[in-house]
């Protein structure tokens, strides 16, 4: 899937004026970061959108899209995990 047709997804999707962006990478450490994101605001235009996305698609580390079909069968792959985690992030707990 494309950047543009990632782009037109979360347009189809959002009924609010923004959105938030979610996507995946690898720290220098080759850890996996979840919960990165990007607003992008439909005022300011398609293209300065998924040029914005395509930017950061350019990040050293960068692996997909939430909203991408790798992002999703990663999401499901890993629901139970990344629960957990998110689970102990807002509880602060170890």
């Known amino acids: 899937m494309t950047t543009r047709e990632i ?3 979360v347009y189809m999707l959002t009924e609010l004026p923004v959105a938030v ?5 690898k ?9 990165e994101c990007i607003f992008i605001s439909f005022k300011d ?3 300065v959108n998924i040029k914005k996305m395509e930017k950061i698609e350019k990040r050293k580390g960068f692996m ?3 909203h991408s079909p790798e992002g999703e069968d990663f999401i499901k792959t890993n629901s139970k ?10 509880l602060n707990q170890k």
């Open 7 to 9: 782009y037109y997804k």
């Open 27 to 35: 720290d220098r450490n080759d850890v996996i970061q979840l919960g």
């Open 64 to 66: 997909f899209w939430v």
């Open 21 to 25: 962006v979610g996507f995946v990478s």
């Open 81 to 90: 995990e990344i629960g957990g985690l998110f689970a102990r992030l807002i």
């Open 45 to 47: 235009g398609h293209e």
